[in-house]
């Protein structure tokens, strides 16, 4: 005989059940950079879409899925590529959002034909009928591709895998590229001239750069170079903060008036955009400089060789390496350097024996000028650069006078009046 559930009973079951589903655990919005932020090979998407307005779109949002672009699969560098984009970057960050949980497994389960799913793009209403939306479709055994919906022209990619998931808040799978709304006008997008890298923020967001960073700003010479990039491109050759703080005390390089260190400044361009694996096997090791645009041809310039394994640039006064890429994407390339790079035309040597001691020249003197082609044939080859024995440096013997010292040419007029002496008597015979 079945035992009937008494009314008052029931009631205290059914509230007892809505508490129990009130104090379930409901989604809760998961904070998708910080997530991220675990994979140093996502950290070019990351900064984009922290830089974006999508970052904090999606703080209040949860049953996610992210399709995210490793470093060396994003067309260019992470601010090269949202400087070309611009507004658009928002949005095309936006299509990599999928509003739906979709976890490796679901993508084994797609249907042939795949499956629509709608992204945060369509969300913006910019997006006619559902072109805010993907269709993800399997490619063989352990693959999906995601494009923009058939038959409409765009972009897809394909998944390479999961990255790491939040059941079932958010699920981030890596796509080998970026994948572009249909309509959007990419040929315009490639065809139009970049626009130009901003060499004082490169160097403010790569850290260990504050000091060139602050010159470049207070100088306004970076204006110049970001003209010069629409040219042959440019290679900047950056000190470290190390680098200037390892500077001697008499080398007065603040000190110098403001058009002089603007020359310093220039002295560390070339005006040829060089990558890392060009400089190493340049063809001629003395090249110009920016300075030497504003003086004569043969001066400012740097002579490049590699040395030891890794390229070394001499400026007749310092000696200094390249020591990593900072920035490398054609028409510029940014490389940290271990010394800053000081002029032999405005500074030298020391002549107490160490090396090391950089003495500014006059800082009162003005800007080099232009001169005319005669008068600069000295400076287009260096002086040879003589050097005594370091045991010797300093000794009272002179190593570089061509005369005989005065003892040998006494003697020497002494045998001759002996021989005179002796053959006399013969020819008086």
Not at 54 to 64: M, Y
Request: hydrophobic share 50%; charged share 15%.
């Amino acid at each position: 005989m079945r035992r009937q559930i008494p009314p008052v009973s029931r009631l205290v079951f059914l509230a007892a059940a809505v508490a129990l589903l009130a104090t379930a655990p409901a989604a809760v919005a998961v904070n998708v950079t910080a997530v991220l932020a675990a994979f140093p090979d996502l950290a070019d998407f990351t900064r984009l879409l922290a830089s974006s307005p999508v970052a904090a779109e999606l703080a209040g949002r949860s049953s996610l899925t992210l399709l995210a672009v490793p470093n060396g699969n994003l067309p260019q560098s992470a601010s090269a590529f949202a400087a070309a984009y611009g507004a658009d970057l928002a949005d095309v960050l936006r299509y990599h959002v999928l509003l739906e949980y979709l976890a490796p497994a679901d993508l084994h389960r797609l249907p042939a034909s795949g499956k629509l799913v709608t992204t945060l793009f369509q969300t913006t209403g910019r997006a006619p009928a559902d072109l805010g939306a993907v269709n993800v479709t399997t490619a063989g055994s352990s693959l999906a591709v995601v494009r923009s919906p058939a038959p409409f022209p765009g972009s897809n990619a394909t998944v390479l895998g999961a990255i790491t998931a939040v059941p079932y808040n958010l699920s981030v799978l890596a796509v080998d590229g970026l994948i572009v709304p249909s309509g959007f006008d990419l040929a315009a997008s490639e065809s139009r001239p970049p626009a130009a890298v901003n060499i004082t923020r490169v160097l403010a967001d790569a850290r260990d750069f504050n000091v060139a960073a602050s010159m470049l700003e207070a100088s306004g010479v970076a204006g110049e170079f970001e003209a010069d990039e629409r040219g042959a491109g440019i290679t900047v050759f950056a000190p470290t903060d190390d680098a200037f703080a390892g500077l001697p005390a008499g080398d007065r390089l603040q000190s110098l008036p403001a058009a002089r260190k603007a020359v310093v400044l220039r002295f560390h361009v070339l005006h040829s955009y060089y990558p890392l694996g060009s400089l190493e096997s340049i063809v001629n090791p003395l090249q110009p400089t920016l300075a030497t645009e504003f003086s004569n041809a043969g001066r400012f310039t740097l002579n490049i060789t590699r040395t030891n394994g890794s390229v070394a640039i001499d400026t007749g006064v310092v000696q200094a390496t390249i020591t990593r890429t900072v920035f490398d994407q054609n028409p510029v390339a940014v490389f940290a350097v271990s010394k800053v790079l000081l002029p032999k035309e405005m500074f030298t040597r020391t002549d107490d024996g160490d090396d090391s001691i950089v003495a500014a020249a006059a800082a009162s003197s003005p800007p080099p000028v232009a001169t005319p082609p005669e008068a600069s044939e000295s400076a287009r080859t260096p002086p040879t650069k003589l050097s005594s024995p370091p045991a010797l440096r300093g000794g009272a013997q002179d190593y570089g006078t061509a005369s005989a010292p005065a003892p040998a040419q006494a003697i020497g007029w002494w045998c001759i009046a002996l021989v005179y002496l002796l053959l006399l008597p013969l020819r008086l015979v």
